[in-house]
């Protein structure tokens, strides 16, 4: 019995920090940056852009983006066939390790479908990032004048 205890405490003590540690490294996720632009009158998908820097050696693995602005909100990526641009859903989001993922005009950004009101100049609203591992980041998101999309195409 005396013996048996001395293992459990052992295992207690050696298991417990690794645990705590690796679960800290799974939140190394930063995420700064997000921004989409105003909207006319009727329009209903938006593109917003972000990025998203993993400080961790280890993949973080997303699972899906939510807001309340829209029910459905997928990311894009865009390819060129002869010339052609189209946009590809991005089935599995995954932030490397020790990389960044960029969303910006022109390659990868999330699309929302079907927002629900009109996004003005100055407006904010939040994107909860949901993670595999079971967190969640909010990210505030800020709508830009749509005069400086023209100057962030460039
Ligand atoms: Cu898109």
New binding site residues.
């Given amino acids: 019995m005396k013996v048996k205890f001395k293992y459990l405490l052992l295992f207690i003590l050696i298991i417990v920090p690794f645990e705590h540690v690796f679960s800290k490294k799974n939140n190394h996720l930063v995420i700064h940056g997000s921004y989409t632009f105003e909207t006319y009158d009727g329009q209903e998908n938006i593109?917003v852009y972000m990025s998203l820097f993993n400080t961790s050696d280890k993949d973080i693995q997303i699972d899906s983006f939510s807001s309340d602005l829209s029910s459905r909100i997928e990311m894009?990526d865009i390819k060129f066939t002869n010339d052609i641009a189209k946009?590809v859903m991005i089935k599995e989001v995954v932030v490397k390790g020790k990389s960044e993922l960029y969303l910006q005009p022109g390659g990868k950004?999330l699309?929302f479908f079907g927002i629900k009101e009109k996004l003005n100049d100055g407006d904010s609203f939040d994107i909860q990032v949901n993670l595999k591992n079971g967190t969640t980041h909010n990210v505030k998101t800020m709508v830009l004048n749509k005069n400086l999309k023209s100057k962030y195409l460039n």
Avoid: E, I, S
Wanted: charged share 0%; no cysteine; net charge neutral.
């Fill in positions: 593109a894009h946009m950004h699309m």
